[in-house]
């Protein structure tokens, strides 16, 4: 193999190179846009659930205020009838 054809092999070699790693450049990002895609879809899942699991307490905490209004009443009740007894 002359210089010539030499040359001409180093650049079509250099050439291949770069297009190899273009090429897993590519796949390399298309991996990282799925993994992101991928939380994204986990994070709006957990946020759903977080809501869900809010709502639930927030209910609880309905009763419980309505519970100790409840009590109150009763305990000002007591202490009425006690006073006038």
Request: aromatic letters at 2%.
């Amino acid at each position: 193999m002359g210089i010539k054809e030499s040359g001409l092999q180093f650049a079509t070699d250099i050439e291949n190179a770069i297009i190899d790693t273009r090429a897993d450049m590519m796949q390399g990002l298309e991996d990282l846009t799925h993994r992101i895609n991928g939380i994204g879809n986990d994070l709006k899942s957990f946020r759903t659930e977080v809501t869900k699991e809010l709502t639930v307490i927030k209910g609880d905490v309905q009763e419980l205020k309505a519970g100790q209004a409840a009590a109150m009443e009763i305990l000002i009740d007591l202490q009425r009838r006690m006073s006038a007894a």
